[in-house]
């Protein structure tokens, strides 16, 4: 049904856009919570955990209306994130939208390959100590997995369309529960050992940090609670996966987001608040990779693959429309060129044929190559997850559903709906201003001691 491709029978439910979406939100910015609450305290943390969870499923909610332009059973369908942006804002729009939604794709990457790798060190790490004792530093590098994990994603990058991963969804989301699961779990036994919770009403005091460190590290936790809600700049991709009315895409995709983002918040109320209670001001930045739990040694190595298992899936839920728009744009622009449209017929096991493209296979494997590169250059978990939060939260998941949604349901300027909608967006992009401010001066200072492709831990 979609034009100048082969008809494709799209068959998505509104569980399998519940998986794609735990995939997405549920990725390794869960384990950072503990560490964002720690900046801001038992007040402060679970309210702005909240007011992000709102946020996220109310505009997601407006998204998913201009799914269709029109009518929203029979209206133009719109692809993807940009082609929404195009039907109703046009412009230079289109080309701001597109460059912030595939960068932060390309950032979502980078900060992916980070994660593995601090999580399969982990698991090396956990039983060196379990071996030679907590004393011994167990010193390693991740330059080594980066490169597995790059192996990985070049091989499942060939998977042609969006809709032909939901079985890598499926996994991943289950993989997602089991290491949240088992970070939750190690919480409540090291309260339980600690006969109490540890923490305060605002979070790490000044005395163990300067008064400039508190509030970066207070701006940098509003950027990693809002990684750990993004999933806006895929949202209308994963709509596109879901079947035909009735009843239409939106209702489906609606409930989706609400159930998920519903099972999402509590989780992150629960391991982000327990990590912290655990832990206190001490909160490791990586629940399960900052060793404020060694024993049981194999739990955290069940914990740490679930997390590298999550992770190859999430890379391709997030990193497939990016794949997609290149490869539409390439085939556009060189329509004749014998490398783009070529392909290869392999034979596969089973009955069919995998078709190969030569060009599939060389810029999906640069791309990958390229985000492995860059994440042995700045292995800095935390604050490439704040960045990340920061830069993609207020434009995508705010700004731009706001104002196609104004355009849809053509409410007034100046009116009480209106204003509403606009202090909403402004409010939201103060907070991504501030917390990109803080993400900044993290990185600046990691920079200050580190030596690239030298990095161990």
């Known amino acids: 049904w979609r034009k100048g491709r082969v008809f494709v029978h799209v068959a998505g439910t509104v569980w399998t856009a519940s998986a794609h979406i ?31 969870s709102f946020v996220t499923y109310y505009t997601s909610t407006l998204l998913a209306d201009c799914y269709r332009s029109g009518d929203p059973i029979s209206g133009k369908r719109n692809y993807k994130y940009t082609d929404a942006v195009h039907a109703y804002l046009g412009g230079l729009k289109v080309k701001l939208c597109g460059f912030i939604q595939y960068a932060n794709l390309f950032g979502v990457a980078v900060g992916y390959t980070i994660a593995a790798s601090i999580s399969m060190m982990a698991i090396r790490r956990s039983n060196c100590f379990h071996e030679r004792g907590h004393d011994n530093p167990c010193h390693t590098s991740s330059n080594p997995y980066m490169i597995m994990f790059g192996v990985a994603e070049i091989f499942l990058s060939q998977i042609p369309d969006f809709d032909q991963i939901w079985w890598l969804s499926i996994v991943a989301a289950v993989m997602s529960f089991t290491y949240s699961s088992i970070g939750l779990a190690l919480g409540i036994v090291q309260v339980i050992g600690n006969k109490g919770f540890k923490g305060s009403l ?62 999402t918040t509590i989780f992150y109320m629960l391991c982000g608040c327990m990590g912290y209670a655990a832990f206190g001001d001490e909160a490791p930045g990586n629940l399960l990779t900052g060793f404020g739990f060694y024993n049981p040694y194999w739990l955290l190595d069940v914990a ?71 994440s042995m250059l700045l292995p800095f978990f935390n604050d490439v997850v704040g960045l990340l939060g920061a830069l993609g939260f207020w434009p995508l998941t705010v700004y731009f559903p706001v104002e196609m949604y104004i355009v849809q349901k053509r409410i007034p300027r100046w009116s009480t709906r209106w204003m509403c909608l606009q202090i909403l967006s402004l409010a939201c992009l103060v907070i991504t201003v501030a917390a990109a401010i803080g993400s900044v001066a993290g990185v600046v200072t990691d920079l200050e001691a580190y030596r690239p492709f030298k990095s161990s831990y």
Not at 218 to 236: E, K, N, P, T, V
Request: glycine letters at 4%; aromatic letters at 12%.
């Open 202 to 263: 605002t979070g790490i005091s000044i005395g163990v940090v300067s008064p400039t460190q508190k509030v970066w590290r207070s701006l940098q936790a509003f950027g990693d609670i809002a990684f750990a809600y993004s999933f806006s700049l895929i949202l209308i991709e994963i709509q596109d996966t879901i079947k035909a009315p009735p009843p239409s895409e939106a209702k489906v995709m609606k409930k989706a987001s609400l159930t998920s983002i519903a099972v």
């Open 304 to 374: 740490n693959a679930a997390i590298v298992v999550h992770l190859v899936g999430a890379y391709q839920v997030f990193c497939q429309p990016l794949f997609a728009f290149i490869e539409k744009w390439a085939l556009k622009t060189w329509p004749d060129s014998a490398f783009i449209t070529k392909e290869v017929a392999v034979p596969l096991p089973s009955t069919k044929r995998y078709r190969l493209s030569l060009f599939r296979l060389v810029w999906r494997s640069a791309f990958v190559v390229l985000t492995t590169v860059i």
């Open 22 to 52: 735990v995939t997405a939100v549920i990725g390794s910015g869960v384990l950072s919570l503990a560490w964002a609450i720690a900046q801001l305290g038992w007040v402060a943390g679970p309210v702005v955990m909240l007011l992000f």
